[in-house]
């Protein structure tokens, strides 16, 4: 069981699907407020993130902490195109 945040950095996360998202390399928290309120992954997949460049996941997208971290939800395909509304679009890369 964890008992502090720092322990999440190192972490491998994968998504709900089981595919390897990447590796936890830091953590966004609100001191004041004792909220994480996201993860910075680096080293990403390149098949669920376009060039394989570090994302922020909302922390509200975790859905276990153990000694991996398992999301409960995560885009098919994160896009870096700026054409469209958000920065996610489906792909049949990762099936």
Do not use: C, H
């Amino acid at each position: 069981m964890l008992t502090e945040v720092t322990e999440l950095v190192g972490l491998e996360v994968y998504t709900d699907k089981g595919y390897l998202l990447g590796t936890i390399e830091d953590v966004s928290i609100d001191i004041d407020q004792q909220v994480t309120y996201g993860l910075y992954i680096s080293k990403t997949n390149p098949l669920l993130v376009e060039d394989g460049v570090p994302v922020l996941v909302p922390y509200r997208w975790v859905k276990s902490v153990g000694d991996i971290v398992i999301m409960k939800k995560f885009p098919s395909y994160v896009s870096l195109s700026t054409g469209e509304k958000g920065s996610s679009e489906s792909s049949e890369k990762v099936q």
